[in-house]
């Protein structure tokens, strides 16, 4: 399995930035796929998830109205956009993919990509 973020970088206050994860090594479709992020001296968030078939998202409230998860099957790929972006949301944003194999659990993540929001 094999996760790849791209996208984070420097942004202003009020800006947007889209992040991508591009997957392989695993049957895309069949894994509920998600975004964490991790702040300096924080434990690892959940911002937002999609399932298998992207008919359903899930958010973590300070996200909320501002970010948007999606899908590609076809391309193997997940999506956050991020809009209105504040500088709490200066974090190392990991893309995550879960799902079964054989009866078991089958929890994965990316190398993570820093996003900084500062004027």
């Known amino acids: 399995v094999q996760l790849v973020e791209s996208g984070g970088g420097l942004v202003q206050p009020g800006g947007s930035l889209r992040l991508s994860c591009a997957a392989s090594g695993f049957t895309f479709s069949s894994y509920s796929m998600s975004w964490y992020r991790q702040a300096p001296g924080k434990e690892r968030e959940l911002v937002a998830r999609v399932n298998g078939d992207g008919g359903t998202t899930v958010y973590a409230d300070t996200v909320k109205g501002r970010f948007t998860i999606s899908r590609d099957n076809a391309k193997n790929t997940v999506y956050l956009q991020m809009n209105n972006l504040k500088p709490e949301d200066t974090a190392v944003y990991y893309c995550?993919?879960?799902?079964?194999?054989?009866?078991?659990?089958?929890?994965?993540w990316g190398q993570g990509t820093q996003v900084t929001v500062s004027s």
């Open positions: 995550n993919a879960w799902g079964w194999v054989a009866l078991r659990p089958d929890n994965n």
